[in-house]
């Protein structure tokens, strides 16, 4: 599997995905591990993965589960 597979099997899921420079346990810069931090403060369930070692990795991202509402619940 590549990186652009793996990242589309992740974001199917879960819902809240950070993919980060380190882990969760061990961000290895100053912005993930700020991320990171806010995260766990507000108790968000996350799910981490790093992008270091990959041959074009992204930058670090947050990408949450985004809802559609019908224009009628609007």
Known sequence: MNFKEDFKKVIEENN???FMKGTKDMPVCGFSKTVVS????????????NVLGHEDPPI??????SIF???SLK
């Open 16 to 18: 809240i995905v950070l």
């Open 60 to 65: 670090t991202n947050l990408f949450t589960l």
């Open 69 to 71: 509402l019908p224009e």
């Open 38 to 49: 806010v995260l766990n403060h507000y108790g968000v369930d996350f799910h981490d993965v």
